[in-house]
């Protein structure tokens, strides 16, 4: 009985192994969200398209990504046009693997678009790394789609270095519909350690606008921020609890090749918003991003961001709103705080190798994806209030790094990084794009 046993167990064991070893090359040697093709499809050009079949929905309708292609039945097929729908296609939300396959039919061509969908429900992890606050994580729910059309819905709790409770909606990017829209509202409470006090915050953030073209967009921007203090004077208002109502507009313009790990194209964006309230200043943003691909695996990205604000500091802009240097998500190699001012002029380059592309992988039933790229960087940037202050403001940093793509995250930044005359060398965690992060940190 127990050499029975013994034997169950050790065929266990094997069976294990089997399975891992089998996951493990499902997931190295498995196709990306793109397209991996026998033959050459150029011999293909300039034929007829006589039919487009749609393999592997689950919930979303046939018609909506037949809608979101740019090429219909009757077209003449072109090699180029595979890759720009598989961009059309997950700009969409909901698919974790995207292939395009064109095949030889009597008189033309057949493209067979090939999907799998992410859970329509998705109950994930949301994990926040901020250089003012550290770690936070909690559990976070998104709806990708509602009656067989992408849209999205999420809730989120985090709770750690700050306790953080979001709730946000946007409207899908569907290439059939010009007008598009965004509503957020978050509540958090922090503590401020850069000002020495306990804060809490109420934010509703409401966008709305139209499609100029698949590249480029304009919007209305509406706001309105409250924030309280447990510790007088720290606030513009004399009862410790400042409001603020906003209004702006932005422009966007997107040529990336994917909206998560891009490796070609442009990011270009600028605002501005209006606030009033319990003080009255300005905030403008010029936002600029280049992906330009070197040869294979390798990327260069190179990143600038001007922020301007009107105002005195202290007076129309509230102390908690002026900008802070260093850290994972500004100047790296320098701790946090090592510069502050109302104004903020940043700038990255970045080379990116990728050591093993995004490949996808289902476990559980459940569509999964990853990748890993080591990266070189190097940032330069200055904080100012004062116009002649801008000189002698600068710092900068430069380091070396892993970028490691993961489900539901997007992106988890490990750098090592070097700045400080006679510093040492600072490891600094972050999650997603560092150019995203800048926009979105809290100082």
């Known amino acids: 009985m127990r050499g029975s046993r013994q034997a169950l167990r050790h065929c266990g064991r094997r069976r294990a192994r089997l399975i891992l070893t089998t996951a493990i090359s499902l997931w190295l040697t498995g196709s990306s969200k793109s397209h991996a093709q026998d033959l050459p499809r150029t011999q293909f050009n300039g034929a ?12 979303i309708r046939e018609q909506v990504v037949l809608e979101q292609l740019d090429v219909r039945v009757g077209d003449k097929f072109e090699d180029e046009l595979i890759q720009r729908n598989i961009q059309r296609l997950d700009r969409l939300g909901v698919f974790s693997r995207i292939d395009i396959d064109a095949t030889p039919e009597t008189g033309g061509v ?29 559990p976070t729910v998104r709806l990708l789609s509602i009656r067989g059309r992408p849209h999205e819905i999420s809730m989120t709790a985090r709770f750690g270095g700050s306790t953080l409770v979001e709730f946000k909606e ?15 509202g978050t509540f958090e409470d922090r503590q401020n350690t850069l000002d020495d006090f306990g804060q809490q915050s109420v934010e509703v953030d409401g966008q709305i606008g139209a499609r100029f073209s698949a590249r480029s967009k304009i919007g209305a921007w509406f706001n309105l921020y409250t924030v309280s203090s447990d ?57 600029a991003r280049r992906y330009q691909p070197i040869v294979d695996r390798q990327t260069l990205v190179l990143s600038s961001l001007l922020t301007l604000q009107t105002g005195t500091l202290g007076e129309d802009v509230p102390i908690y709103g002026d900008y802070s240097l260093g850290g994972e998500n500004t100047i790296r190699g320098w701790p946090f705080g090592s510069r502050r001012g109302k104004n903020q002029f940043i700038n990255t380059v970045e080379y990116r190798y990728v050591l093993v592309p995004t490949r996808n992988l289902r476990v559980f039933g459940i569509n999964l994806y990853g990748g890993l790229a080591a990266a070189i960087f190097g940032d330069l940037g200055a904080v100012w209030s004062e116009p002649d202050e801008l000189a002698d403001r600068f710092i900068g940093g430069g380091g070396i790094g892993l970028r490691v793509v993961v489900p539901f995250v997007n992106l988890v930044r490990l ?12 490891f600094q965690l972050g999650v997603n794009e560092k150019f995203v992060a800048q926009r979105n940190r809290v100082r």
């Open 48 to 59: 007829t398209i006589l039919a487009i079949v749609v393999n592997g929905l689950q919930h």
């Open 170 to 184: 946007t409207s899908p990017y569907l290439y059939s519909r010009r007008l598009w829209h965004s509503v957020r």
């Open 415 to 426: 750098d090592l990084s070097w700045g400080q005359p006679n510093g040492d060398p600072l």
């Open 231 to 287: 510790v007088p004077g720290k606030t513009l208002s004399s009862s410790d609890r400042d409001w603020f109502i906003g209004s702006g507009a932005l422009y966007e313009y997107d040529t990336r090749d994917l909206p998560t790990n891009p490796t070609r194209g442009w990011w270009n964006s600028a605002d501005f918003l209006w606030r009033a309230g319990s003080g009255s200043y300005v905030t403008m943003n010029l936002d």
């Open 110 to 138: 057949r493209l067979t678009v090939s999907v799998a969908e992410t859970l329509r429900v998705l109950p994930a992890v949301s994990i926040g790394v901020s250089d003012a606050d550290g770690v936070s994580a909690g």
